[in-house]
């Protein structure tokens, strides 16, 4: 190993996406030093498309509307579209990133290979040049869509897969018969990117899925939906009844019916996908039994021929970098109270693993304040410190809602985003409260 340099005044930053900047930003107002790396060559994270790790594809744009997901610190240009592109999202980071000073303290190009706890709680941070630092603690920004979920089947395909993380250009798909397997919203946008090149389209789904219009009478969906508070009760019949007339019944095109509740898991944002089955571009099929050569056995017993299977089959959380006996693992998911602060450590913090309907960018950085606020308090010693540290190693309160999410992976740090950020703010607000130098255990 080579020296390790001494930084332990300072705290470290792994990733500069909107949930490591958001980290750096809180940060920076409350004072607190700390170095920032990142493995590509500047700010944005997946959102950058020439970043090796991305997962952008040339049609992608939000799926939620800008107001829904910007900063409120630092709202979107007015021409922006409502719902903007890929290219426009990684210059609203960079022009985030250089507004509030951020980029001075990154180092690009330079991954963490390795994170390790020495004796005295600090961490040793080995990096890709070479260099080994320490620092007086650690924020894990490195995003939860990097590391693809390849699913196992049975059988040999002998023509093309690919992952959708693989997928840029439809011209991929030229005169081939294709198979997208998932139906989330990346596997209806890149379904609805094939019909335009391809022989033939078929989407493999495993359930079913509520469908949203990215418009309602003229507004982004999510902006109309989000002026009327009402209890979850009747804002799912409300809802479900204008969806109905917008959307119409997707079973009548060979959708599965949802086995789950408005809002229990994400929606499905494409309004083209449902336009395109039914104008017969795309045909529903069911789940894969097995590959045989370039056939596919679908578990209803019908079978088809393929030239490329591109799989939307989803993420999975990785932290390569540090060893598993520091995520405090539940099942698929790192225990960290608020999904960002570990129960027993001071010091070592998870920043925007969290996923709900509508939180937007400012949803992860209220959750980068309360982290910013507790190092500071910490640092300090206050009462505030005390009381979080309490409180964080105690049970989680429940951040669902009310809402009976799917059993699934990808969903196991779902929450409720109005749960959600009131508990963050409230949590915040009680730190407040409490700043001032910590009284003396009896």
């Known amino acids: 190993m080579n020296q390790v340099e001494d930084r332990s005044q300072k705290y470290a930053i792994i990733g500069a996406g909107p949930a490591g900047l958001a980290a750096a930003r809180k940060l920076k107002l409350v004072g607190v030093s700390f170095d920032g790396y990142e493995g590509h060559g500047d700010v944005g994270g997946l959102w950058d498309i020439e970043n090796p790790v991305s997962t952008m594809y ?75 630092r320490r620092y007086r603690g650690l924020l894990v920004a490195n995003g939860t869509l990097s590391e693809p979920n390849m699913p196992a089947f049975e059988g040999e395909f002998s023509g093309e897969i690919l992952h959708s993380s ?66 979850l009760p009747l804002k799912r019949r409300v809802d479900a009844t204008m969806l109905k007339m917008f959307v119409g019944d997707p079973k009548r095109l060979g959708f599965p019916e949802p086995d789950h509740k408005l809002y229990e898991s994400h929606p499905i944002v494409n309004s083209m996908i449902l336009y395109h089955a039914g104008h017969g571009d795309v045909r529903i099929q069911g789940d894969i ?63 925007g693993m969290i996923e709900a309907s509508g939180i937007g960018w400012e949803g992860r950085a209220e959750q980068a304040e309360l982290v910013a606020r507790f190092i500071d308090a910490c640092e300090r010693n206050t009462e505030a410190a005390r009381w979080f540290r309490d409180y964080k190693s105690g049970p989680e309160p429940d951040l669902s809602g009310g809402m009976n999410y799917i059993k699934l992976d990808r969903m196991a740090y779902y929450v409720h985003k109005d749960t959600f950020r009131k508990e963050v703010c409230r949590c915040v607000e009680k730190m407040k409260q409490l700043d001032r130098p910590a009284t003396r255990a009896a």
């Open 58 to 132: 040339e049609s992608a744009h939000l799926i939620s509307s800008k107001r829904m997901t910007e900063f409120k610190e630092y709202p979107m240009r007015e021409e922006v579209a409502d719902y903007p592109a890929h290219h426009e999202m990684r210059a609203y980071f960079r022009d985030y990133a250089r507004h509030f000073g951020l980029y001075e303290h990154y180092l690009f190009n330079t991954r963490v290979e390795k994170a390790e706890r020495d004796g005295e709680g600090n961490w040793i941070l080995t990096l890709s040049d070479g260099a080994v």
């Open 289 to 351: 039994a097995r590959f045989e050569g370039k056939t596919v056995h679908f578990k209803d017993g019908r079978s088809e021929e393929y030239d490329l299977i591109l799989l939307a089959t989803g993420y999975r959380l990785h932290y390569p970098f540090l060893d598993d006996k520091h995520l405090n693992r539940r099942g698929y998911k790192p225990g960290f109270f608020l999904n960002a602060f570990h129960p027993e450590y001071d010091n070592l913090f998870i920043l």
């Open 166 to 231: 693989q997928y840029k250009s439809a011209s991929l798909f030229e005169g081939k018969r294709v198979l997208v397997v998932g139906a989330g919203n990346s596997g209806c946008d890149i379904a609805v990117d094939a019909c335009h090149r391809a022989k033939s389209v078929d989407l493999s789904m495993r359930r079913g899925y509520h469908f949203v219009p990215k418009f309602v009478f003229g507004l982004p969906a999510d902006a109309f939906g989000g002026k009327i508070d009402l209890p």
